[in-house]
């Protein structure tokens, strides 16, 4: 993967987010500011979150679910963010119950979500092994639409806020819609807003346009930012699977199916018959090294990891010691940014596809096998999703942080415990940081690495940490 090409993608994708959030946002505030005497300060800051939140899935949706081969994420995840968001709305609804009719509204729209999302998660099981399940998304809209009306038909002052859920509504489901369902859906919304209950003589009539081009907005924002990450994705699985069957031999069917597969077939491996010992876990990986390429070359395709790369870059200095480097994506961009770079891994197929493409691309990359063939020292070391796959990892750290250069950069990942995808990881009760810290070393996290730069940089387990000069 060339990382020079996913940034200036990205930041066309950005400008594509920021471009939809503008269209949105304007008339949606218009449509608060003139319904506020309307709808009161309970219904505006109801509405207010409303859009928030639109603009937070329009914006960030299509990215995380369009940049990705797990294609039965993008039916999956918009049932488990009803699950989540279904009781918190209704909670924040609550105020605006301020007669019992209202009061029995707000339950049918907790009987109407609850019914929607337990018939969506009985869709998801019984069709367990399909990438695809076309109806679904129109299902979950059909559900949204019902509660938006039914709050709606309360009070016509409330069709302010009806127009703000019906364009979340219409987010939510465009993200995850495919072909034919896609249309339906879009007639389903526009007959939801001529449903809506007419503006009655104090409620301007010119706010119902405004809120159909804010509903609009939405759609065809969140419709061109889906249909830029799908064709940006494509490309990017068709540069990995053109590379993948050049090494391994293979058809583009079957690198496709493995990118699809792989990480299920080692979890269901290793549930089947765990490793007792370390030497049995060392046995396990050598027989399954094949999968772990497809595994992790699928992986760096995702959205959120494609971010995280480009931060790690962009913290990479001098020399640097990549060390559990995989299938190699950072090693050989580092390489290409005029890094000394050294490549540390285990034979395997992963390493031979890194080294292939090394050679391929004439990139200088020393590669090791063992710690003691990368002497050091180093101005950066980095180590990603590798301790967890030790069994005893500090004797590792040790290494490293000797090997890290006075004002030296280290950058490692401590993510400790098995998962439902990786149930391989040992868990172990190792305070990182803390380790780090006692070793010497500082912690240079700071709080744009934390809050402004990649979700993956943002996390606690991901450390950042400099050796005094």
């Known amino acids: 993967m060339l990382y020079a090409d996913q940034s200036r993608a990205l930041s066309r994708l950005d400008r594509i987010r920021a471009a939809a959030a503008f269209v949105f946002s304007t008339p949606a505030a218009i449509v608060l500011i003139a319904g506020w005497p309307h709808v009161g300060l309970a219904g505006s800051l109801l509405g207010s979150l409303l859009a928030v939140v639109t603009i937070a899935a329009a914006g960030y949706l299509p990215l995380y679910l369009g940049l990705t081969v797990e294609r039965r994420k993008r039916f999956s995840w918009p049932v488990r963010f009803r699950i989540v968001a279904a009781p918190l709305l209704a909670l924040l609804a609550l105020p605006l119950c301020t007669s019992y009719s209202r009061l029995l509204a707000w339950l049918g729209c907790l009987a109407i979500a609850a019914i929607a999302v337990l018939s969506a998660r009985r869709a998801l099981k019984r069709h367990a092994d399909a990438d695809s399940i076309p109806l679904l998304p129109l299902e979950l809209l059909v559900g949204d639409i019902a509660v938006v009306l039914i709050v709606s038909s309360q009070s016509p002052r409330a069709a302010t806020i009806g127009a703000v859920g019906l364009s979340l509504a219409a987010v939510l489901f465009l993200v995850s819609a495919e072909g034919r369902a896609r249309w339906y859906g879009i007639a389903v919304v526009a007959l939801a807003f001529v449903c809506l ?16 081009a804010m509903l609009v907005g939405a759609a065809a924002g969140t419709q061109l930012l889906m249909a830029e990450c799908t064709r940006h994705h494509c490309a990017n699985v068709a540069a990995t699977v053109e590379e993948l069957t050049a090494f391994d031999s293979v058809t583009a069917e079957h690198a496709e199916e493995m990118l699809a597969t792989a990480t299920g077939i080692l979890a269901r491996s290793w549930n089947a018959n765990p490793p007792a010992d370390s030497e049995a876990v060392g046995r396990w990986y050598e027989a399954n090294s094949a999968y772990y390429l497809y595994d992790l070359a699928q992986f760096h395709l995702a959205y959120k990891h494609i971010r995280f790369m480009l931060d790690i870059l962009s913290l990479s200095k001098g020399r640097v010691l990549d060390y559990g480097a995989g ?16 490549y540390l891994d285990v034979e395997g197929r992963t390493k ?6 090394a050679e391929r ?17 180093f101005d950066t070391i980095v180590s990603l999703d590798v301790f ?5 990892p500090l004797p590792v750290v040790d290494a490293l942080v000797e090997r890290l250069a006075p004002g030296g950069r280290m950058i490692v990942t401590a993510y400790f415990g098995a998962t439902k995808s990786h149930p391989m990881h040992f868990d172990h009760d190792i305070d990182l940081g803390a380790y780090l810290r006692a070793a010497g070393l500082v912690d240079r996290k700071s709080f744009a690495m934390k809050h402004l730069r990649s979700q993956f940089l943002g996390k606690r387990g991901v450390l950042v940490f400099e050796k005094p000069a």
């Open 197 to 212: 209950p007419a503006p009655d003589a104090s409620l301007p009539v010119w706010v119902v346009a405004v809120s159909g």
């Open 327 to 342: 299938i190699g994506d950072l090693s050989l961009e580092l390489a290409r940014r005029g890094h000394d770079i050294t």
């Open 352 to 357: 031979a596809f890194a080294r292939w493409r």
């Open 361 to 377: 691309d004439w990139l200088e990359v020393a590669f090791a096998s063992e710690i003691g063939e990368a002497p050091g020292p």
């Open 388 to 392: 967890e796959h030790l069994s005893d």
